[in-house]
T-cell receptor
Framework: GQNIDQPTEMTATEGAIVQINCTYQTSGFNGLFWYQQHAGEAPTFLSY????GLEEKGRFSSFLSRSKGYSYLLLKELQMKDSASYLC??????????FGTGTQLKVEL | GAVVSQHPSRVICKSGTSVKIECRSLDFQATTMFWYRQFPKQSLMLMAT?????????EQGVEKDKFLINHASLTLSTLTVTSAHPEDSSFYIC?????????????FGSGTRLTVV
């Protein structure tokens, strides 16, 4: 079956770095996605990893270890606008995306 | 980039009536679209996979006769919530894949907030 685990909530300080972890179990794995979602809005794409390693894109980086079924999203130089829910999603068979419960990040002054 | 338009953004309907939600890919063709439901403070739950020209594939526990999906063209999928009840009140989001962008192509619509009174 499909199973995605990530922390429910995290709090961090403006300007700091935060790492959001995600573990997954999915059949037919074909990539790991991270999305940002503000309340009442649709998710927006942040990153995609299919090979092991780190993908860096500006203030956001994402890491994948396929052998461990593990990924993390790293946010640097946090800004207040980064307060949102961060969704980990695993691509699987049938091109389906299975989402985790999301991590609600609160950035404080 | 790929754009998915979802309409309406908000709808309020009376219990027992039906509501249709449209999902359009504006600048690409999508043979597959996905419909999700999201309850407050929860994640997106896949309801069904909409396939152009064929029947939708529903996830376990989703009533296909209640949530009718039609994908009659490569740019349009519709979800009709039939005989809506207050427990159907939720945020419904569609997603489409741009087949020219392997695995990067999941684009989401802006969502529909359904309230059944």
């Amino acid at each position: 079956g499909q199973n995605i685990d990530q922390p429910t909530e995290m709090t961090a300080t403006e300007g700091a770095i935060v790492q959001i972890n995600c573990t997954y179990q999915t059949s037919g794995f074909n990539g790991l996605f991270w999305y940002q979602q503000h309340a009442g809005e649709a998710p927006t794409f942040l990153s995609y990893n299919v090979l092991d390693g780190l993908e860096e894109k500006g203030r956001f980086s994402s890491f994948l270890s396929r052998s461990k079924g593990y990924s993390y999203l790293l946010l640097k130089e946090l800004q207040m606008k980064d307060s949102a829910s961060y969704l980990c999603a695993a691509g699987g068979g049938g091109n389906k995306l299975t989402f985790g419960t999301g991590t609600q990040l609160k950035v404080e002054l | 980039g790929a754009v998915v338009s979802q309409h309406p953004s908000r709808v309020i309907c009376k219990s027992g009536t039906s509501v249709k939600i449209e999902c359009r890919s504006l600048d690409f063709q999508a043979t597959t679209m996905f419909w999700y439901r999201q309850f407050p403070k929860q994640s997106l739950m896949l309801m069904a996979t909409s396939n152009e020209g064929s029947k939708a594939t529903y996830e376990q526990g989703v009533e296909k006769d209640k949530f009718l999906i039609n994908h009659a063209s490569l740019t349009l999928s519709t979800l009709t919530v039939t005989s809506a009840h207050p427990e159907d009140s939720s945020f419904y989001i569609c997603s489409a894949r741009d087949n020219s962008l392997y695995n990067y192509g999941y684009t989401f619509g802006s969502g529909t907030r359904l309230t059944v009174v």
